[in-house]
């Protein structure tokens, strides 16, 4: 069945280091690509998205592009700061409707001063 | 608009009891969804609706567990007969779907241990 795999955390970094969380997925079809995030305390929230091959989603500097020919969606920053700490989560989903996602297991960042 | 609430916040019961979850959704969104998320992994698809109509069930949504919305408004998660292994983070989302962006909006959660 479908599914996604993300690298393990915890990742730790000081701040305005380089960032890369890499996400592959295993899919039938054609799917949507997601990375959602989860600061302490809060829900989930979208990060960004990439519907199509090729396309590249960014949002509050993170980016991450939908590669078909390696099946990955990266999620990277070029520095990051303290309120970057957060899990971040990949996922996929297939259809016009965003919500019956595949998640992968999540990979927590933590930034140090 | 106030975001997609869920009460209770935590829930503690002892195995056998029953428990129910209500997640209040964005008030225009037509799609409600529920998940469930345990320690270190990332959240599984349990069910959604359209309006009061429940469209999907994933296999993981046990003849224990029911979910209603019969208004088409907010939306409940009922366990029968608690047991352990149902102790999770129990999660609502919602969107509206058929009207440009379908962003979906996630609630905080209801952490359930059950004893």
């Known amino acids: 069945g479908d599914s996604v795999t993300q690298m393990e955390g915890p990742v730790t970094l000081s701040e305005e280091a380089c960032l890369t969380i890499n996400c592959t997925y295993t899919a039938t079809g054609y799917p949507s690509l997601f990375w959602y995030v989860q600061y302490p305390g809060e829900g989930l929230q979208l990060l960004l998205k990439a519907t199509k091959a090729d396309d590249k989603g960014s949002n509050k500097g993170f980016e991450a592009t939908y590669r078909k020919e390696t099946t990955s969606f990266h999620l990277e920053k070029g520095s990051v700061q303290v309120s970057d700490s957060a899990v971040y989560f990949c996922?996929?989903?297939?259809?016009?409707?965003?919500?019956?996602?595949?998640f992968g297991k999540g990979t927590k960042l933590s930034v140090k001063p | 608009d106030t975001g997609v609430s869920q009460n209770p916040r935590h829930k503690i019961t002892k195995r056998g009891q029953n428990v129910t979850f209500r997640c209040d959704p964005i008030?225009?969104?037509?799609?409600l969804y529920w998940y469930r998320q345990t320690l270190g992994q990332g959240p599984e698809f349990l069910t959604y609706?359209?309006?009061?109509?429940?469209?999907?069930k994933s296999r993981l949504l046990s003849d224990r567990f029911s979910a209603e919305r019969p208004k088409g408004s907010f939306s409940t998660l009922e366990i029968q007969r608690t047991e352990q292994g149902d102790s999770a983070m129990y999660l609502c989302?919602?969107?509206?779907?058929?009207?440009?962006?379908?962003?979906?909006?996630f609630g905080s959660g209801t952490q359930l241990s059950v004893l």
């Open positions: 989302a919602s969107n509206q779907v058929g009207q440009g962006d379908e962003k979906l909006f």
């Open positions: 996922a996929l989903s297939y259809g016009g409707s965003q919500g019956n996602l595949i």
């Open positions: 008030s225009e969104h037509n799609r």
């Open positions: 609706f359209q309006n009061e109509a429940q469209l999907e």
